[in-house]
């Protein structure tokens, strides 16, 4: 197994991350315009936002979905039954994104939100098994916030206050812990990296971009407790990661407070590719 079992789905209710990931689909189903149905793919799907997204979406532009989820967290996948309209669920597969059990018959797949999490090899496999399941000239959509470049230039006084509150809150719920030499989340792929990494998959990228996001307070409290995101920012071990994520959201009000700021801006990283 090459992911980690993680959630984003305390975000995943947040005003500001379900506009960017609507205007990935958007661009996912305007790469391939005119059509009445599409078979799509939903990779690392969670508990099923993107496909309720491309739904409502494809039926905005007067078309159909047919999206088979996959995940290797059979819970949240159990979770998607209940909250996908059903009739956009064609199927549900618990597996691991570069081992996936299905044939080519795909016109769309997206990899939201979490290619990132994976490392330099499964990155590789995966993008390839996406490739293998896709129709000749099928879209591929890809979006992440964990890239170099996610901070804009005016964030980062917020981001260094936030650690100077939250570091000794974690030291004081964690005493005797021990740093980790691995910050896994903090060793992102630049945007330029990404666009390399896909196109050497066997895709041809037609449109790259960066979404500015405003994230309230509420945003960025959910986003500290994705444990990846704690843990490069904190530099904590995987045991506690949970402690490191708590003191992350209880100084995220304080940081706010004394910045006299109401939105912190991040950037997401956005690519549509078509199979080549």
């Given at each position: ?12 209710t ?37 496909t ?20 290797i ?26 081992r ?12 939201a939100?979490?290619l990132?999490l ?6 590789l ?35 260094s ?23 896994q ?28 996001v ?63």
């Amino acid at each position: 197994m090459t992911e980690r079992i993680q959630t984003f789905e305390p975000f995943a209710t947040e005003r500001a991350y379900i506009r960017v990931n609507e205007k990935l689909v958007d661009r996912m189903l305007k790469s391939l315009p005119g059509r009445e149905r599409y078979r799509v793919l939903d990779i690392a799907a969670g508990t099923g936002l993107m496909t309720c997204l491309a739904q409502s979406r494809a039926r905005a532009a007067g078309a159909e979905i047919d999206s088979v989820l996959v995940d290797i967290d059979l819970p949240a996948l159990r979770e998607a039954r209940r909250q996908v309209p059903p009739d956009a669920i064609k199927g549900c597969v618990s597996a691991s994104a570069d081992r996936l059990p299905l044939r080519e018959g795909f016109d769309l797949a997206v990899f939201a939100n979490s290619l990132h999490l994976l490392n330099e090899q499964a990155k590789l496999d995966s993008l390839a098994e996406t490739r293998r399941i896709l129709h000749a000239g099928g879209a591929l959509a890809v979006n992440t916030t964990f890239y170099e470049g996610a901070y804009p230039e005016e964030s980062k006084r917020f981001y260094s206050h936030w650690l100077r509150r939250a570091v000794p809150e974690v030291n004081r719920r964690l005493p005797h812990r021990v740093k980790s030499q691995k910050a896994q989340a903090m060793e992102w792929l630049p945007a330029l990296g990404y666009k390399q990494l896909i196109a050497g998959s066997g895709f041809k990228v037609i449109e790259m971009r960066e979404r500015r996001v405003l994230l309230g307070q509420a945003a960025v409290r959910s986003i500290s407790s994705y444990k990846e995101f704690a843990m490069g920012a904190l530099h904590a071990t995987e045991e506690d990661a949970e402690e490191a994520s708590r003191a992350l959201q209880a100084t995220v009000r304080q940081t706010f407070r004394e910045l006299k700021m109401k939105y912190l801006p991040r950037n997401w990283l956005e690519v549509i590719a078509l199979k080549a």
